[in-house]
């Protein structure tokens, strides 16, 4: 027999063996039936999969963001079962979920797709959904896993197997169609009852543009058409608040392909409402204790071979300017971090003098994929509001306090209607001189921003999504 322990700490006994599933019966049908995966200390399973120890174990549904990660991952591979049925000899890179719905990269050779087949797609995506196909998990050898896809002809799978170890592979098939998938699944296919591709788009192979420009399809599914109707409802709304629309209609900022893609020119309008902004927020950043400071655009190479940033971010970032002087080279400004650290360390600081707050409207400049860029939520030059604190590790918690503080007090003075907000409850704790954030609750739907004290200690409750409309 082995111990599960449930989320509110509850213990059974169960044959060792027994599945995530078995366990939802063994409570209640129609929980079963809810059923899309399981955390098993810690890690999302199948709801099928045996448990041979004992475990902690959440029962996930459509209801927990790791169920709908779970339900719109397996709606990938029926996606990439109902592609290979109508174009024999396609190829397929990577599905994953994304926040809302997934997408698959494809290989269609000579063909193409346009949002003129997604009909046709959609209609085979459900006539396989009906079918309920079970989700079938297997160990494979490496070598087996190598010899399915030379013989399949899937260069993309093949390439992704250089980086997998000898058991450490899975493959998962439902109805006709296999993948190389570490996981986890629905139970089966009949749970999905609503599809809706959204578009399409190009990406390179693995992110390089060296590489073959594969067709990435966007789709979402539900368990019910309902919930599919309500969504688009809600989508069609938020088109009419797109940014990017706004923009234009309002002379905020526009793009220009000689000035460079991603790199946003600010019109007379948009140019006042942001200094206007910007005043607010540093009126509110010196009440707060923030001093402000004022960096380069761009910074010398061995900033960031120091800080670690050149190592990690080098390759894929701005090309380094070169000086008439010999090996000078300077990077445009990746990050204001380590110019702020110089600032610091710029003469000796007493104990006494801390916490010190430094903050800065400070520009700078990363480089993007094109099929990357979008609006103003992804650029290649953009100014952030940004500030550093140096601090004494007993001042860790009260100055984490304060920032969030801050942060609430300009939601409130810019009248931000919050549509929909969940929190995780989060106490915070210093352990040695690291902040330490735990969980310890359930998410709650709470009826305002606002913070929680508990007697001995402090909790807040940390955002976890916001949907704002414009400030009125």
């Known amino acids: ?10 213990v059974r006994e169960y044959p060792e063996g027994t599945s995530a599933m078995e366990v939802a019966k063994s409570i209640s049908e129609g929980l079963a039936r809810n059923v899309l995966s399981a955390k098993v200390n810690g890690e999302v399973w199948d709801a099928s999969r045996p448990i041979k120890t004992d475990a902690t174990i959440e029962l996930l549904t459509w209801d927990s ?49 346009s949002s003129d087949d997604f009909k046709m797609i959609e209609d085979k995506v459900m006539e396989l959904a009906k079918k309920g196909s079970v989700y079938q998990r297997k160990d ?55 599809i809706k591709l959204m578009n399409i788009a ?66 007379p309008k948009g140019a006042q409402l942001r200094e206007k902004l910007e005043n607010f927020l540093k009126k509110a950043q010196l009440k707060a204790g923030y001093l402000p400071v004022v960096t380069p655009h761009i910074g010398h190479k061995d900033l960031y071979v120091t800080s670690g940033h050149y190592e990690k971010y080098g390759a894929d970032s701005f090309q380094p300017i070169r000086t008439p002087a010999e090996g000078e080279e300077f990077f445009l400004k990746p990050m204001n971090c380590p110019h702020h650290c110089e600032i610091y360390k710029s003469k000796p600081h007493s104990y006494k003098e801390l916490p ?75 352990n040695r001189n690291t902040l330490v954030l735990m969980r310890t609750g359930k998410k709650q ?12 200690s402090k909790q807040l409750l940390l955002q976890e999504k916001l949907l704002f409309t414009d400030p009125s």
């Open 65 to 113: 963001t790791e169920g709908k990660s779970t339900f719109w991952h397996s709606s990938a591979h029926l996606l990439a079962e109902a592609l290979e049925s109508i174009y024999p000899g396609i190829q397929f890179g990577i599905g994953p979920p994304i926040e809302n719905g997934f997408y698959y990269d494809v290989d269609l050779g000579e063909r193409s797709i």
């Open 202 to 267: 190009g990406a390179y192979w693995r992110g390089d543009e060296k590489s073959k420009q594969l067709t990435r399809i966007y789709g979402i599914t539900f368990p019910k058409q309902k919930e599919l109707t309500d969504y688009l409802t809600l989508l069609e709304e938020a088109k009419k608040r797109d940014h990017r629309k706004l923009g234009k209609e309002l002379e905020l900022f526009t793009f220009s392909e000689k000035v460079g893609m991603g790199l946003p020119l600010w019109l």
């Open 356 to 430: 010190i707050r430094y903050a800065e409207f400070g520009t700078v400049y990363r480089y993007e994929q094109s099929g990357e860029l979008h609006g103003l939520t992804r650029v290649r030059g953009f100014t952030q509001d940004d500030a550093h604190l140096f601090c004494r590790p007993d001042q860790v918690k009260d100055e984490f306090i304060k920032v969030i503080d801050l942060v609430l007090y300009v939601f409130r003075r810019l009248i931000f209607k919050i549509l929909q907000h969940k929190f995780h409850c989060v106490t915070l704790k210093i």
């Open 445 to 456: 739907k709470v009826p305002s921003l606002k913070r929680q004290r508990k007697k001995g």
């Open 140 to 194: 494979v050898s490496k070598k087996d896993a190598i010899a399915y896809f030379e013989e399949k002809g899937d260069k993309y799978k093949l390439d992704l197997l250089k980086d997998l170890a000898d058991g450490t592979i899975t493959f998962y098939t439902q109805g006709n169609f296999t993948d190389l998938c570490r996981g986890p699944h629905i139970p089966d296919t009949s749970t999905i009852k609503a």
């Open 1 to 10: 027999m082995i111990k599960i322990t449930f989320p509110d700490q509850k």
